[in-house]
């Protein structure tokens, strides 16, 4: 007979999650020079990144968070505050959720949506440093407008996951997880999966 | 302490009975197919009977009113799945009676089969529940009328322990004209079950919850009650279960129930006096949590509470690590992106439905293990909270701000 699995999901993960480093104690965030906050409680993920910079250098030192979520969450926001610090925020900007899974030893495909939060956090207060040092012209506002506020997916999302193949809303889902929470921007999506595929593919 | 194996997810199943065991490993070497006239038949017909006897003791009903099946979600398949039929050649006026009344807390088996049978054309209406989970009796008067064919209920629910007074929900539903089913699956053998009082046509028991083995249930059908087979094939069960019977599994349900019998009328006070203890606990030690469920009419044996600002997956895993299995209504958990269904419908927020976590006890559980869990649960709860963005003391939140 075999016997229960160590644990429900990697040895890694678990460590993060038993033992999170660089949790941001309290609410004060003014000590940091970039602040960025993803998701939202309804659908159970919520991150805030905190990051201090090397002006000279313009590479991160410190990066804190703050988590609501579930193990993957928790443990996905910990291994990225590891993962960042010493990078040049341009290559802090860059990191995917890929990476992140894949430094965590893999998650289950259906927690990688516990996962994209992260990330996009750590981006949103890396603009916010840019913003507050007066480097606007560095800000990497994709001048995207967030369509489906569950998964924190943009219209550019969607652009991508046409570009990369989707073709019905299906699959547009599939791809992005785009309205698959409360599902109230299911129009929008449909409209812009229709127009992307327009301009794109003249279907 | 660290070594202790606490296990609060009876809800979710139980571990067989000591007498269950003994009594199914005696009978291993029984192998007989219950159809067979041999002698091996007849010994695995005789325990099949005795067994059904058991059942339809336990809960006040004729033994040829006890369908053996393999578990309480086929049951609730096979109920529903009556009022399909596009002719009524089987259930005589079903053409005429094509709408089903159930609730937005049932279970999935329930909840999905009525989704199913909408597509194929049945027309389904749900209950809608009070924040205890109680279902409106006026709101199903209003409902009830003469294209009802069947109204589902359950008995207690899985989630928040709510229990439904099935006796003058049966009334109601005959005074229309329609047939009642209950799933009874966590009721049966923690409060008592008696089909002729509950007035009930058709009653949904699992063996798993009541310290049975898996794979096995019944199905109440009372006489002359019209029937369909789900599963068609064979004459077993009367023609009413074709599949040759799991005897091993009837001859545990059979067992379980005859322990039930002899365990349930002292375990109440002790179960409600445990619930309380845990109750009275986490509200003296953790602050900003909600009670879920109804006060008084609810099982002895199951608490839910909201935690606010934590994830409901993170605290099954902190306190699995510690030992103590329990199960939360957070989407995490389960795969999918929606926190239960059954918070969600007693008007909980989706964010405390997230934090959620559901204890329930059961026959072996003991006071010593409540302590245990008193222990850790706050620690973890405050540990968890120091990480949220969605908590501080008070339960403001940083992203309302």
């Known amino acids: ?203 | 302490m660290a070594d202790m194996k606490v296990y609060f997810d009876h809800n979710a199943t139980t571990p067989m009975h000591p007498e269950v065991k003994k009594e199914m490993i005696a009978a291993m070497e029984m192998f007989g197919n219950p159809s067979s006239m041999h002698s091996y038949g007849r010994e695995a017909r005789a325990n099949v009977e005795d067994a059904r006897r058991k059942v339809a003791d336990f809960i006040g009903a004729d033994e040829r009113e006890i369908i053996f099946v393999g578990s309480g979600s086929e049951a609730n398949n096979t109920v529903l799945s009556l009022f399909v039929c596009g002719t009524s050649q089987c259930i005589a006026g079903s053409k005429m009676r094509s709408t089903i009344i159930t609730t937005k807390i049932e279970h999935p088996c329930v909840l999905e089969t009525s989704e199913c049978l909408a597509h194929r054309g049945v027309r389904v209406k749900y209950l809608d529940v009070d924040r205890y989970g109680k279902i409106d009796l006026d709101q199903l008067a209003g409902m009830l009328g003469d294209d009802v064919g069947l109204v589902s209920v359950m008995m207690a629910n899985n989630e928040i322990g709510t229990l439904q007074d099935i006796e003058a929900i049966s009334a109601m539903v005959h005074a229309s004209g329609a047939l009642m089913h209950t799933d009874a699956v966590q009721a049966i053998g923690k409060v008592p079950v008696d089909v002729r009082k509950l007035g009930v046509d058709f009653l949904t028991i699992s063996a798993h919850k009541i310290y049975g083995p898996k794979g096995v249930g019944a199905l109440f059908v009372k006489k002359g009650i019209p029937y369909c087979p789900l599963i068609r094939g064979g004459h077993q069960e009367l023609g009413r279960r074709a599949g040759t019977e799991n005897t091993l599994g009837i001859l545990g349900l059979g067992r379980a129930v005859e322990m039930r019998r002899f365990e349930m009328p002292e375990e109440e006070e002790r179960m409600l006096h445990l619930k309380q203890t845990l109750r009275r606990g986490i509200e003296e030690r953790i602050d900003d949590i909600y009670f879920n469920g109804h006060p008084t009419d609810a099982l002895a044996s199951t608490l839910n509470v909201s935690f606010t600002g934590v994830e409901g997956e993170a605290i099954l895993l902190y306190l699995d690590l510690e030992g103590i299995a329990v199960s939360t209504g957070s989407a995490c958990a389960s795969g999918s992106l929606d926190p239960s269904h059954v918070l969600l419908a007693t008007g909980v927020d989706a964010e405390l439905a997230h934090g959620s976590i559901r204890f329930s006890m059961g026959r072996e559980s003991s006071i010593q293990e409540v302590e245990y869990v008193l222990d850790v649960l706050p620690p973890i709860i405050q540990r968890i909270r120091n990480m949220s963005t969605a908590y501080i003391k008070g339960g403001l939140h940083a992203a309302s701000r």
């Open chain 1, 1 to 203: 007979m075999l016997q229960a699995g160590e644990w429900a999901y990697s040895e890694t993960l678990k460590e993060h999650f038993m033992n999170p480093k660089n949790i941001l104690q309290g609410e004060n965030t003014d000590d940091f020079d970039g602040v960025g906050m993803e998701g939202n409680l309804q659908c159970g993920d919520q991150m805030m990144v905190v990051i201090k910079v090397d002006k000279e250098k313009d590479v991160i030192t410190d990066c804190q968070w703050k988590t609501y979520g579930c193990a993957s969450a928790i443990a996905s926001t910990s291994v990225l505050s590891e993962m960042v610090k010493g990078r040049t925020l341009d290559a802090a900007f860059h990191i995917s959720p890929k990476e992140v899974a894949l430094e965590l030893g893999g998650l289950p495909d259906h927690k990688i949506h516990c996962s994209v939060l992260g990330d996009k956090a750590l981006r949103a207060a890396i603009n916010n440093y840019y913003t507050r040092n007066g480097k606007e012209d560095q800000v990497k506002q994709e001048q995207s407008k967030v369509i489906c506020q569950c998964m924190s997916i943009t219209d550019h999302d969607i652009e991508d996951a046409v570009l990369e193949g989707a073709r019905t809303y299906f699959e547009l889902q599939e791809r992005t997880k785009c309205g698959t929470v409360c599902g109230q921007c299911k129009d929008e999506s449909e409209a812009l999966l229709e127009k992307f595929k327009h301009i794109h593919f003249g279907a």
